[in-house]
């Protein structure tokens, strides 16, 4: 906590606390591979391995497959469809 103090119009002084500055949102990395190492043209969405979690309708959080084992409930973990294909890409079955 920080402690911001000011004067207002009326010449008050005010004395706020506030929360530290505001975290960075945590970019998906769950990735096996390096994406963009794979097949081109490919991406995690055509992947056997992308897995989905949450059994919420609200919100579908994709993960790789290869990657359970290290898999946390937080977006550190997550995995974007649209990013390139990893050197351990492989083709979606019935695809
Ligand atoms: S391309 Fe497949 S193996 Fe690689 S990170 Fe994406 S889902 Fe996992």
């Not at 059994?55 to 409930?73: E, I, P």
Request: include cysteine; charge should be positive; glycine fraction near 12%.
């Amino acid at each position: 906590m920080q402690t911001v103090e000011y004067v207002d119009l009326l010449g008050d002084t005010i004395i706020e606390r506030v929360s530290e500055a505001r975290r960075k949102p945590t970019t998906p990395n769950g990735y096996a591979g390096s994406p963009g190492r794979g097949p081109a043209g490919e991406t995690c969405r055509s992947c056997q391995h992308k897995r989905s979690t949450g059994s919420s309708t609200a919100r579908t959080y994709w993960k790789c497959g290869l990657m359970q084992a290290h898999w946390t409930g937080g977006p550190g973990t997550d995995i974007r469809m649209r990013s390139p294909a990893c050197q351990f890409w492989a083709r979606e079955q019935g695809e």
